[in-house]
């Protein structure tokens, strides 16, 4: 067999050991789904030559602006920007923020040339800011192309994707942050136990998700890299979650029950990653990716819109510091009656990461304001999320994180009725700490997502519409985006005179009377819970909190 024809920037001493190339030579598929599943079983992965066509096939048939550098420019221009400069000398763009080039078995003149393409990409984009994975994308972009100038342009290609519904890199400071409280809200939902785990030995966990990009463009072997890399030039940037959060669960497997170290964990993931080829092939990678039954694409970029619209008001537009989370608890100024500063830190490891950054503002207490649910409601209007937290004579302590303004509940006219989202959950913390999210993220087999179309619409919580596509669309998780079998499975929060309740259906997860002295906890089909204390309960202590963004104190 004649070994496989890479080009002048690739070391082919270390290439034949890394690919073989053993696979097909043409791909006459033209459908989408038959292209995704193929993708997905490494139709091209085995042949090198094959995989070159693919990716120019894929990258040409990216919709893109009508302006877009292509090769000529790449000519026109590069002589202009090297000069004189040694290639070796180049400096790195500002917007791969010290990311180093992988290697990915290139040698010295391929090197060379992804800082050329890289400066010349920087020269034609002055709008990219921020982009980190774009070194990793040239240098295996190069593997695939004739010349410089062909990587060039097929890299342009992915930067100047113009369809809103294909999002390919992040290009912004802004929408790197976002991705990366994306991953943590993904991790959070998906990867519990690995969650519990980065929670526990990590002095900020916000820190140790902020790396999920490298682990994917950077830190992976080169076999590895382009598995994924085949997947994602055909399905987008989805799969990038899926992946990680698969990395994050090898790792866990591997990992959990040996000692970790605070300010080592985020390069012991990283560690692991670079030789994940000794424990994990690309396939069983990719396997444990798919696996993971994450939200629709839809109900992930409403996400990713929610943390952008919290960064831009929090003024985080730009790279800097971020406030570690566990100073979001501040152990001099918290005061719970029901909970300490350490199962507070627990508390918030769960909610979303936009809001995992604020402080907890207390905004009820029994013991101050009395034991009224009338003043409870005065005392959380305006406030949006709360914590509610609940504690038995019997010392049992137990809660809900709850996403929507209890004002809302004044829309059904005194009657009883439930709003909120899926974002909402149930706990409890004593006698032992278990955690109960809505049934459809473990089990999504109960429901279609709604097509992107049916949710754009005037939003549930009766704001006018606007141009802005966040504002036009209902929140992340809302029910109306999720073909439910019923009613009873978005039974989310509820408010009356005379009475609280928090999941319906079959049961409440939590029903509190108007005098906040008695209350009952039992199996719900919204959270699929069990009773979260005494089924049957004296209240000792009623709070709740609200979330504080540190620069309005």
């Avoid at 001493?13 to 690919?19: G, I, K, P, S, T």
């Avoid at 295996?140 to 100047?160: G, K, V």
């Avoid at 519904?165 to 409280?181: G, I, N, P, T, Y």
């Avoid at 207490?365 to 209007?381: K, P």
Wanted: hydrophobic share 40%; charged share 25%; glycine share 6%.
């Amino acid at each position: 067999m004649d070994p496989p024809g890479y080009n002048c920037f690739v070391d082919r001493d270390r290439m034949d050991a890394a690919v073989q190339d053993l696979g097909p030579k043409e791909l006459s598929c033209t459908e989408p789904q038959e292209l995704k599943q193929l993708a997905r079983q490494g139709y091209w992965a085995r042949s090198y030559a094959l995989r070159g066509k693919v990716y120019q096939r894929l990258i040409r048939d990216i919709p893109c602006r009508t302006v877009t550098p292509d090769a000529s420019v790449y000519s026109d221009i590069v002589g202009k920007i090297v000069g004189k400069h040694s290639s070796s000398s180049l400096p790195l763009p500002e917007f791969v923020d010290n990311t180093q080039v992988p290697s990915y078995c290139l040698n010295a003149r391929g090197e060379d040339a992804v800082r050329k393409i890289l400066l010349c990409i920087a020269n034609q984009f002055p709008d990219v800011s921020f982009c980190p994975a774009l070194p990793a994308v040239v240098a295996l972009l190069l593997h695939y192309s004739t010349d410089e100038a062909q990587c060039f342009e097929n890299a342009c290609r992915i930067l100047a994707c113009n369809d809103p519904s294909r999002k390919l890199v992040d290009q912004s400071f802004l929408a790197f942050e976002s991705s990366c409280m994306t991953f943590g809200d993904l991790v959070n939902k998906y990867c519990q136990a690995a969650h519990k785990l980065m929670v526990a030995v990590s002095e900020d966990v916000l820190q140790v998700y902020a790396d999920w990009q490298r682990w994917l463009f950077g830190e992976l072997p080169l076999g590895h890299f382009a598995r994924v890399f085949d997947v994602f030039l055909v399905e987008g940037y989805k799969v990038l979650y899926r992946v990680a959060l698969a990395i994050l669960k090898f790792f866990h497997k591997v990992r959990a029950g040996q000692p970790l170290e605070s300010d080592s964990v985020k390069q012991d993931i990283r560690t692991f990653v670079r030789d994940i080829a000794k424990t994990v092939s690309p396939e069983k990678l990719l396997e444990k990716a798919f696996a993971i039954r994450l939200f629709s694409r839809k109900e992930i970029q409403l996400l990713q819109m929610a943390n952008e619209k919290a960064l831009k008001q929090k003024g985080i537009t730009v790279k800097q510091k971020r406030q570690f989370v566990h100073l979001a608890v501040h152990a001099e100024n918290f005061h719970s009656e029901i909970v300490s500063v350490k199962e507070m830190r627990d508390i918030w490891s769960w909610v979303p990461e936009r809001f995992a950054l604020c402080q907890p503002l207390l905004l009820f207490s029994s013991l101050q304001h009395g034991y009224s649910l009338t003043r409870f409601y005065f005392q959380c209007e305006g406030h949006e999320p709360t914590l509610l937290l609940i504690k038995t004579t019997q010392k049992e302590v137990c809660g809900a994180y709850l996403s929507t303004d209890w004002s809302e509940r004044n829309k059904f006219g005194g009657k009883v009725g439930f709003f909120g989202t899926g974002e909402c959950f149930v706990f409890r913390l004593q006698p032992e700490v278990q955690r109960y999210e809505w049934v459809v993220i473990k089990h999504p087999e109960l429901t279609k997502p709604v097509s992107l179309e049916a949710a754009a619409a005037p939003s549930l919580l009766g704001r006018p519409t606007s141009s802005d596509p966040a504002d036009r669309l209902s929140p992340f998780l809302s029910a109306r985006h999720f073909n439910l079998p019923s009613k009873t499975e978005s039974m989310f929060m509820a408010g009356g005179n005379d009475c609280l309740i928090v999941g319906g259906g079959g049961g409440q997860a939590l029903y509190i009377d108007g005098d906040l002295n008695r209350g009952r906890t039992g199996h719900c089909d919204t959270f699929n819970n069990q009773p979260l204390c005494s089924e049957n309960f004296l209240i000792a202590a009623v709070e709740a909190w609200g979330f504080q963004d540190p620069d309005t104190q």
